[in-house]
């Protein structure tokens, strides 16, 4: 018997923390227990291949999966040909993806059985039933809920290949206790901690072992203020032990709950070593009612503006378009302020129907229109028909380019100028009509559009235009955003664990 743990990510560089889990508890199923991660963009036949060379003669074999919104489409190929090509491997599916709506999905009539939600103790029960028999009767079990004591922690299972070449994804907790209703952590209601010693532990011997980049996928980091300054004392630590090996650490946090303490802590971690990825997701207080999400804008964005004057994090900011209620202009309004703010990436994202969210709530009112293909992302709704959604589609895709990738640093400014959304916006329609191309725009031909731009729709004079991109070239650009006070006087430590990205915008 073998029961292989595979999924396919979306980069090499994500080491699947769900396998790792699943594996760590598989109890005494462990040793025939192994992991085979796939990157999306393989083929589904050659992935087929490689799982069937796992298994053993005259053995049965169990494949399972984690399936997630990026790779359902992926998976369920691989899981089709699996089928046809040997129908007698036993097929489970786990994750997000399989935990809801169970009914109307494809993969899950293709596969043997399903688990939902928790899969870390029902994974083993489930495959010791299918070896030991009797053959459950049921297609999809939900998973059970364990004590968090019960869960094996799973961070020795990462390689040191992974420690060396991956990013590192740990969890202090599990959970949010917040509600919003585009997101599937809505339906958790509440967050289940880690021991915070048991987990730290494993920090540590992670960091022995070389991790110098740590992602934490905690929903909300500094709810319990307590833990997060002993999560963060740990980081510091290694900071004043070895500063020029330094640690990299990114939580994701929410923005109105920054109490002093926390604040303190913040403030000592020095550049290139601590990132944030803060949800405004909308600044319309209307919209944020009909989401069930709760957040006070004022302490929020002043929050904000702490950070980004008196704390060397690098921060990356969420919203959302296409949600009910947000018209195209009280969307802009928010952007231009969130922009004013001076966060380091504003992360443009539009909204999507993640299976099992409540969102679907407001489809008839606010006439939502997904697209019934993953990432299931919205295409139109009441106040911003399909035209106009396409328009921020693309300006979420040219934003990253310019904005975000830290490489027009020095020009960026000049393109927003007083009124950042309606500018982008201007060039990024302009851009599409130019090149009808929203990928694989190549760094020198995107510097080319933002230097005609300037100069014929803009007006700006060719040798000041000129002067500006070069300055990004040159790589003398200073970042217009935060950091001003906290960062003078020396030059950045830009760890060698600090992300590309992030050291772009650190060296600007
Ligand atoms: S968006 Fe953030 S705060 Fe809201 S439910 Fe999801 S994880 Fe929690």
């Known amino acids: 018997m073998t029961i292989l743990l595979t ?3 979306a980069r090499y560089a994500h080491a699947s923390l769900g396998l790792r889990y699943l594996l760590a508890n598989m109890g005494e199923l462990q040793s025939q227990t192994q992991i085979h991660e796939f990157v999306i963009g393989a083929r589904s036949t050659d992935i087929v291949e490689k799982i069937l060379a796992y298994r053993q003669p005259d053995q049965k074999f169990i494949v399972g999966f984690g399936v997630y919104i990026w790779n359902i489409v992926e998976i369920t190929q691989v899981v089709a040909v699996l089928k046809r090509v040997a129908p007698e491997i036993v097929i489970v599916l786990g994750g997000p993806e399989v935990s809801h709506e169970t009914n109307d999905q494809e993969i899950i009539r293709l596969a043997d059985y399903v688990i939902t939600g928790w899969g870390d103790v029902s994974f083993p029960d489930l495959c010791q039933k ?25 961070y020795a299972l990462y390689t040191d290949q992974d420690i060396r070449h991956r990013t590192l994804y740990v969890e202090a907790s599990r959970g949010c206790p917040f509600k919003c209703e585009f997101c599937l952590s809505a339906l958790d209601k509440t967050a289940w901690p880690f021991d915070i010693d048991a987990f730290l532990a494993e920090m540590e011997s992670l960091y022995q072992r070389g991790a110098r980049l740590f992602k934490f996928v905690d929903r909300t980091f500094n709810l319990n203020v307590k833990t997060s300054l002993k999560i963060m004392q740990f980081f510091l630590d290694k900071l004043a032990a070895a500063p020029h090996d330094p640690v990299f650490a990114h939580f994701e946090v929410v923005p109105d709950h920054l109490p002093d303490a926390l604040k303190e802590g913040i403030q000592k971690f020095p550049d290139g070593t601590l990132q944030f990825e803060i949800g405004i997701q909308s600044f319309n207080p209307e919209v944020q009612s009909l989401i069930s999400r709760k957040q006070n804008n004022d302490k929020a964005a002043e929050n904000i503006r702490w950070l980004c004057e008196q704390s060397h994090a690098h921060l990356h900011v969420d919203l959302i378009a296409g949600l009910p209620g947000e018209t195209m202009e009280s969307f802009a309004e928010g952007f231009n302020k969130l922009v004013a703010l001076g966060p380091h990436e504003i992360q443009f994202g539009i909204l999507k129907r993640l299976r099992g969210t409540p969102i679907i709530r407001h489809t008839e009112a606010f006439q939502l229109a997904f697209d019934p293909m993953p990432p299931y992302t919205i295409l139109a709704n009441k106040d911003v028909p399909f035209a106009a959604m396409q328009r921020l589609v693309r ?6 380019m310019v904005a975000n990738s830290g490489r027009f640093a020095n020009t960026l400014p000049v393109i927003l100028s007083e009124s950042p959304f309606e500018h982008f916006m201007a060039f990024s329609d302009w851009v599409y009509a130019n090149t009808d191309a929203t990928h694989r725009i190549a760094l020198d031909r995107l510097a080319g559009l ?12 060719k040798e000041a235009v000129m002067a500006l991109v070069s300055s990004d070239y040159a790589g003398n650009a200073k970042h217009k955003q935060g950091n001003s006070s906290a960062g003078e006087q020396k030059a950045p430590v830009v760890a060698k664990a600090t992300p590309q990205r992030q050291s772009r915008h650190l060296a600007a």
């Open 7 to 9: 999924t396919l990510n």
């Open 130 to 154: 299918i070896i030991e028999g009797p053959q459950p009767l049921m297609k999809v079990h939900a998973g059970l809920q364990p004590p968090m004591n019960e869960i094996k922690l799973p």
């Open 395 to 400: 300006f979420a895709r040219y934003w990253d």
């Open 450 to 461: 933002v230097t005609t731009w300037l100069i014929e729709q803009r007006g700006i004079s």
